[in-house]
């Protein structure tokens, strides 16, 4: 009976290890995203599917703060809701605005935030690059300390 016991103790750890909560990667990298996102931005350029500019760099201005992101352009601004998904790859976000939905990819890298989408209500791109690249991409830096 001696060789019993720690056989059911090691059986027990097992079980007990085996049930341990796991750790929720997706919410940490949700948070630690966001976080890095918070600031204000500056468009360095948006292209479109041909790889065209679009916009001219510092004409559009973006300011996260928490899950909220407001861009300027000139006196005019909207505000949307910002969501994250970063157990997506790519990861994904969507930005909600009063009656309007926009789904894309997103990347940070130092201090450049890239935004892909293929528009208003569309389903999110599956590159940044490529054959399945989004229709408009965002490049934006950190904006220098005023």
Request: charged share 25%; glycine share 14%; hydrophobic share 40%.
């Amino acid at each position: 009976m001696p060789r019993l016991t720690p056989l059911l103790i090691l059986v027990a750890v097992i079980l007990t290890a085996g049930f341990a909560p796991a750790p929720l990667p997706r919410s940490a990298r949700v948070a630690g995203d966001l976080k890095e996102m918070q600031g204000a931005w500056v468009l360095v350029t948006i292209t479109g599917e041909g790889g065209q500019a679009i916009e001219k760099a510092g004409a559009l201005r973006l300011v996260i703060e928490g899950d909220r992101a407001k861009n300027y352009r000139g006196e005019m601004s909207s505000e949307y809701a910002l969501t994250l998904d970063a157990t997506k790859s790519p990861r994904q976000c969507v930005l909600k605005g009063a009656g309007w939905v926009c789904r894309g990819i997103y990347s940070l890298e130092g201090g450049c935030l890239k935004f892909c989408t293929d528009g208003d209500n569309a389903e999110p791109p599956g590159g940044f690059d490529g054959p399945r690249r989004g229709k408009l991409l965002f490049v934006f830096k950190r904006e220098a300390k005023r």
